[in-house]
């Protein structure tokens, strides 16, 4: 662990851990030469390096919006590491804990974003492989105004762990902290590879339709660990939920959203659309993007139709239909939505219940 104030690189000053994932440890530092945070990791001790700095070159390329930039990488004293654009907020898997689920409206925003960033990346030939919620970084804010991939500066390195545990003999049965957890993302091809299998751009598209069907209803498309790879095997997926299509307020939204997100799941990855088709197809999708905002619902009325809720700034008023996933709410509960214009209160829709 790099204690607070330890200089590296003669460049960037450690002030705190902020992070630590499966191969990892990530440091908020400030690059002293430009006066500006950055985010700076390292490999977590046990973790070869071999393949760091040719990723990292080759990560450096991409140039996006939504994908948080690859800045520097270098060795000192033995250790590696790689500095990328810090982005203020949390994860995507942070973010959906806090709700079971997003309404379909901020979820056509979340795919639309993330496949503007992975398309960016497929065109300078830079594949993720490790696509998950933990490895999107989003706002703080209620909704989802800002949305960035990383850690491609990384995606060889962890092709180079996934292939060593193939190597071994079975990847599904590995016990590393990174495998399990990309396991409920993680492609047919790449899960049962076998030595000297090519990847292509395909993985991703995969991890981005499992990853969306996880946020729309809250549930793991073909479950977690190694009950995710017995079901990839044997093609058991589970449905869509009922409740996505049966108010009629989301119906149409989610129905396109199904499609979509069916097709990036095809088992035969010449099946899956390209990033930029992906774009394209999130490009026809009608949903609003308004600011979200937290209340308290302060009560129920007509047999619990209908009801309304407050914050210090505001107050608003619901149907029970503007309720994504839900068909009752109970006053006291924290809800989450989007305000419109109405008399004598706001408006809200879509309303999302907070766990």
Same mark, same amino acid.
């Given at each position: 662990?790099?204690?607070?104030?330890?200089?590296?690189?003669?460049?960037?000053?450690?002030?705190?851990?902020?992070?630590?994932?499966?191969?990892?440890?990530?440091?908020?530092?400030?690059?002293?030469?430009?006066?500006?945070?950055?985010?700076?990791?390292?490999?977590?001790?046990?973790?070869?390096?071999?393949?760091?700095?040719?990723?990292?070159?080759?990560?450096?390329?991409?140039?996006?919006?939504?994908?948080?930039?690859?800045?520097?990488?270098?060795?000192?004293?033995?250790?590696?590491?790689?500095? /990328? *654009?810090?982005?203020? !907020?949390?994860?995507?898997?942070?973010?959906?804990?806090?709700? #079971?689920?997003?309404? $379909?409206?901020? =979820?056509?925003?979340?795919?639309?974003?993330?496949?503007?960033?992975?398309?960016?990346?497929?065109?300078?030939?830079?594949?993720?492989?490790?696509?998950?919620?933990?490895?999107?970084?989003?706002?703080?804010?209620?909704?989802?105004?800002?949305?960035?991939?990383?850690?491609?500066?990384?995606?060889?390195?962890?092709?180079?762990?996934?292939? /060593? *545990?193939?190597?071994? !003999?079975?990847?599904?049965?590995?016990?590393?902290?990174?495998? #399990?957890?990309?396991? $409920?993302?993680? =492609?047919?091809?790449?899960?049962?590879?076998?030595?000297?299998?090519?990847?292509?751009?395909?993985?991703?598209?995969?991890?981005?339709?499992?990853?969306?069907?996880?946020?729309?209803?809250?549930?793991?498309?073909?479950?977690?660990?190694?009950?995710?790879?017995?079901?990839?095997?044997?093609?058991?997926?589970?449905?869509?939920?009922?409740?996505?299509?049966?108010?009629?307020?989301?119906?149409?939204?989610?129905?396109?959203?199904?499609?979509?997100?069916?097709?990036?799941?095809?088992?035969?990855?010449?099946?899956?659309?390209?990033?930029?088709?992906?774009?394209?197809?999130?490009?026809?999708?009608?949903?609003?993007?308004?600011?979200?905002?937290?209340?308290?619902?302060?009560?129920?009325?007509?047999?619990?139709?209908?009801?309304?809720?407050?914050?210090?700034?505001?107050?608003?008023?619901?149907?029970?239909?503007?309720?994504?996933?839900?068909?009752?709410?109970?006053?006291?509960?924290?809800?989450?939505?989007?305000?419109?214009?109405?008399?004598?209160?706001?408006?809200?829709?879509?309303?999302?219940?907070?766990?």
């Amino acid at each position: 662990m790099i204690t607070s104030n330890t200089l590296i690189g003669g460049r960037y000053m450690v002030h705190q851990h902020i992070g630590a994932g499966g191969m990892q440890d990530v440091y908020l530092a400030l690059d002293q030469f430009l006066g500006n945070y950055v985010a700076l990791k390292t490999p977590q001790p046990g973790q070869k390096t071999r393949r760091f700095q040719a990723s990292a070159v080759i990560a450096g390329r991409v140039n996006h919006h939504n994908v948080a930039k690859t800045l520097d990488y270098f060795e000192e004293n033995g250790n590696v590491y790689l500095i /990328e *654009e810090f982005v203020k !907020g949390e994860t995507l898997e942070d973010k959906i804990k806090q709700r #079971k689920f997003l309404d $379909p409206h901020l =979820a056509a925003r979340t795919i639309h974003l993330l496949a503007k960033g992975v398309r960016a990346s497929h065109i300078q030939g830079v594949i993720h492989r490790d696509l998950k919620p933990s490895n999107i970084m989003v706002d703080s804010s209620t909704g989802i105004e800002e949305l960035k991939i990383t850690d491609f500066g990384i995606a060889t390195f962890t092709d180079e762990v996934f292939q /060593e *545990e193939a190597d071994s !003999g079975d990847i599904t049965r590995s016990t590393s902290g990174t495998v #399990k957890g990309a396991l $409920p993302f993680m =492609a047919p091809e790449m899960m049962f590879r076998k030595k000297g299998d090519s990847i292509t751009p395909a993985l991703d598209i995969w991890s981005i339709g499992a990853m969306m069907f996880k946020i729309l209803t809250g549930e793991y498309p073909f479950g977690v660990f190694l009950d995710a790879a017995v079901n990839v095997k044997t093609r058991n997926r589970l449905d869509w939920p009922a409740f996505m299509t049966s108010n009629a307020q989301f119906s149409p939204l989610c129905r396109e959203l199904q499609k979509i997100i069916d097709s990036c799941l095809e088992y035969e990855p010449t099946k899956r659309p390209t990033a930029d088709a992906l774009v394209k197809m999130c490009q026809n999708l009608c949903y609003q993007t308004s600011e979200r905002f937290e209340a308290t619902v302060t009560r129920m009325i007509q047999n619990g139709y209908s009801g309304f809720a407050s914050n210090p700034q505001h107050s608003v008023f619901f149907s029970i239909h503007s309720i994504y996933g839900a068909s009752r709410v109970n006053s006291g509960s924290k809800i989450t939505y989007s305000k419109f214009p109405g008399t004598p209160n706001f408006r809200a829709h879509p309303v999302i219940i907070l766990n």
